[in-house]
């Protein structure tokens, strides 16, 4: 199986959210930080399909998992 390596800027562009690091490095100062409890795929500022995107991630333990891990922790 092959897998693809994705990068925070693959999956900014996934979420159909602005993809360069700059954009990135001032998404994740404007929204963060999270309240403790709220697990990154339960934040209110995403849309639905976002967030369902965030869940399946995880869920499936696919190739953006990791990814999202990472933005969890960047966000918090």
């Not at 990068?7 to 100062?29: N, R, V």
Request: hydrophobic content about 40%.
């Amino acid at each position: 199986m092959d897998s693809h390596v994705h990068t925070m800027s693959d999956l900014f562009a996934q979420l159909g959210l602005p993809d360069q690091p700059e954009q990135i490095d001032h998404f994740i100062e404007s929204e963060g930080p999270l309240d403790p409890n709220t697990h990154v795929a339960d934040a209110d500022l995403w849309s639905e399909s976002q967030a369902a995107f965030l869940k399946e991630a995880l869920q499936n333990d696919s190739d953006w998992a990791e990814l999202v891990d990472q933005l969890n922790m960047d966000l918090h």
